[in-house]
């Protein structure tokens, strides 16, 4: 460049050595443009496969701790039954040498009179056996029962709410998923299938005509809302509507992610810093899922310093009034509630608001708040889903009929959702159907079905 700098202040721009030296100069800029352009793709692979590692080793340390106390209770009983083992050992010993030291003074002074036992009372000990035989069993399940702290499984969740319970989502086996995470597939009637058209009509019922706005949120991060979401959507789509599903988690976006796509140049955030967003403006920022041809995306977008208060501004209404009028169904994915304020800001525009907590991970003590945040009406139209059911622990077996979808007489107790103050539809409701026989050979189910882990 000083070069050429230098010959244009005694040649034109046309001259031959000018015009090498630009030609050289463009060429640079090309290689330098493309150089960053690699090193920013492979940043970003490098940001995906760490933040696969982090998932990976989070869901070790999160079953760190119940190895640990195992391990520490396990180790107390030992101590205790070598210190009482000793202790026995040392009186057994010390009766000996007293025994044998101690010469026999007595005599006999009056022949003994058989009057019948007088101590104990076979009457009293009974009593007391028969108290402590029945009590002890109820009071160690009591225990038990008190020291779980997490939800486990439906009864669980019935228990702590009154809410409906539209959905107990099971843990769906690595082959069923796509890249993108998605179980649900189009001419599909496997397990993990059925579970999320069952989702898909109990939301619809919950819904009004002229309904169309659909949020999942949660406790806390990691729960699966992103996953039923998603999944929900594609559910939505394979009837044929349009649906769109937008990430407004924009603190933590996990939609670009799930999908494959980046999410640092287009979406929910660069609309909302906007004095006036117009109809174009949104179209603007949607993109196709790749996973149907009627369903849409809109991400979450760059994260801003500020996610709290542009959620409150006026422009998130008129987001979400374009996408009601351009689609069937408008599914939005926000940010934890339990975390953060983002979602109440949301959940004002929405129609129904799904609720996921997760077997085994969610905390009991986290169903207070969604009851509060229902009495103070600040989430309208609330329903729950159980997510992560792993039917491959045996704990979930006597309740859950996933197993066998091809035999109706089996959904009794799996298939039944309880849905609260609308009554329990199921706890044996579906098991009826069991007079019609076994149906494991027709089509009402995959006897090949692999789509659930177990």
Do not use: W
């Amino acid at each position: 460049m000083l070069d050429r700098n230098r010959l244009l202040k005694s040649a034109s721009e046309q001259a031959p050595q000018v015009l090498t030296l630009t030609s050289t100069l463009d060429e640079l800029r090309s290689s330098i443009r493309t150089a960053l352009m690699q090193a920013l793709r492979s940043a970003d692979i490098r940001r995906q496969s760490l933040a696969n590692q982090y998932q990976l080793y989070q869901s070790k340390v999160n079953n760190s701790p119940e190895q640990e106390r195992v391990l520490t209770q396990i180790g107390r009983q030992q101590e205790v039954k070598s210190g009482l083992y000793l202790m026995l050992l040392q009186k057994r010993e010390e009766n000996s040498i007293s025994l044998a030291a101690t010469a026999d003074k007595g005599k006999l002074i009056d022949d003994p009179q058989v009057d019948g036992k007088v101590s104990p009372k076979s009457a009293i000990i009974l009593f007391f056996s028969m108290i402590l035989g029945v009590g002890l069993p109820f009071g160690i399940l009591y225990l038990i029962q008190f020291l779980k702290y997490r939800i486990e499984g439906h009864d669980d969740v019935a228990r702590l709410t009154n809410l409906p319970i539209v959905a107990d989502v099971a843990v769906a086996s690595e082959s069923a998923k796509t890249a993108a995470g998605i179980v649900v597939h189009a001419n599909r009637n496997d397990s993990i299938d059925e579970i999320f058209r069952s989702l898909r009509t109990n939301v619809q019922f919950m819904m009004k005509p002229g309904d169309k706005v659909i949020l999942f949120t949660s406790s806390t991060s990691g729960e699966g809302k992103t996953f039923n979401a998603a999944n929900l959507a594609v559910s939505f789509a394979l009837l044929g509507k349009k649906v769109i599903l937008c990430g407004f988690d924009i603190r933590k976006p996990a939609l670009g992610r799930l999908f494959g796509r980046s999410d640092r140049h287009q979406g929910v955030s660069t609309l909302l810093v906007k004095n006036e967003v117009t109809e174009a403006d949104v179209l603007g920022q949607i993109d196709k899922s790749n996973e149907n041809e009627n369903l849409d995306l809109l991400l979450a977008g760059p994260t801003p310093p500020n996610p709290a208060e542009l959620l409150a501004r006026e422009n998130l209404k008129d987001i979400i009034d374009v996408l009601k009028k351009n689609y069937d169904y408008v599914i939005l994915d926000t940010a934890p509630v339990g975390l953060v304020t983002d979602t109440l800001q949301v959940a004002k525009y929405a129609n129904v608001c799904c609720y996921v907590v997760r077997a085994d991970y969610t905390p009991k003590s986290n169903m207070g708040l969604l009851n509060s945040l229902v009495e103070d009406k600040k989430i309208n139209n609330a329903c729950i889903i159980l997510n992560g059911v792993d039917m491959s622990k045996k704990k979930y077996g006597y309740y859950y009929g996933y197993g066998k979808y091809g035999k109706y007489g089996r959904y009794g107790y799996g298939y039944g959702y309880g849905y609260g103050k609308y009554g329990r539809y199921g706890y044996g409701g579906y098991g009826t159907y069991g007079t019609y026989g076994n149906y494991s050979d027709s089509h009402y189910g995959n006897a090949n079905d692999n789509s659930i882990k177990r």
